[in-house]
């Protein structure tokens, strides 16, 4: 199984190889960069880069997962766009990825934490966010995704029964959310929420490695899609960047 994955949905742009008949520890292989408003140019360029490297023909793929969103709106239609081009042309099947859940995926790849409030910026005072679990090494949502003030981001989580984990928070939005409860004085205990104060660059974005890893699940539960199916979800009608 040869699995292309492409995300671009934050300023950082990202693919991915994997290649189930290498040993299991580099079977993943990524090129990432926080590159904004220069996805358009780069992430062809990236495709052909990283496949040229592992000595892979487009013809070889098994299939193309994409990050579906949320996420910004430019970053969505460049993901989806050149996902379905490529699905296209080499008549292959699409899987679509969340970026919250790529992101949970990404910090429990990092640190073995287990429960995760996945949040990106949505500018206009909203986040796009979530919450995941992983169970059996993949980050698995609990409840629905949501575009929320946030405000109300904080309520909902406030709501929610004291988690046996503390829910580690994790995505561009992150530096939002230790803001607004930093008027609390115990935020692991009163909301159940934790942070991590110093994390190498990138990962607060969505990685394509993180997308390719939860894709090979997904394909092997048989939940592809075709190229005309394959669409973003922007969680609003009202879309900005």
């Known amino acids: ?21 290498k040993p299991k520890n580099t079977q993943i292989v990524e090129q990432f960069e926080i590159v904004p408003r220069q996805h358009t140019r780069l ?72 429960a995760f409030l996945s949040c990106l910026d949505a500018r206009k005072k909203e986040v796009f966010w979530g919450i995941y679990q992983v169970e059996e090494g993949y980050a698995r949502p609990v409840g629905e995704e949501q575009v929320s003030p946030l405000q109300m981001v904080m309520d909902s989580v406030k709501s929610l029964p004291q988690p046996k984990v503390p829910l580690q928070v994790a995505g561009t939005a992150t530096h939002l959310i230790k803001e607004l409860s930093g008027s609390f004085i115990e935020p692991e205990i009163e909301l159940g929420l934790t942070f991590i104060d110093s994390l190498p660059d990138g990962l607060n974005y969505p990685h394509a490695y993180d997308v390719a890893f939860l894709a090979a699940e997904e394909y092997r539960l048989g939940n592809t899609v075709r190229a005309e199916q394959a669409l973003p979800v922007y969680l609003r009608n009202n879309v900005t960047d």
Do not use: W
């Open 1 to 21: 199984m040869l699995i292309l994955a492409l995300e671009s949905t934050t300023e950082a742009c990202s693919v991915a190889l994997l290649n189930d008949k």
């Open 43 to 114: 992430l062809l360029n990236m495709v052909d880069n990283l496949l040229h490297q592992q000595g892979v023909s487009k013809n070889d793929l098994t299939a193309i997962a994409f990050c579906r969103g949320p996420g910004a709106f430019t970053g969505l239609r460049i993901t989806a766009g050149v996902a379905q081009g490529l699905a296209f042309g080499l008549n292959l099947p699409l899987i679509p990825v969340s970026s919250l859940a790529a992101l949970a995926q990404g910090r429990y790849r990092y640190n073995r934490h287990t």
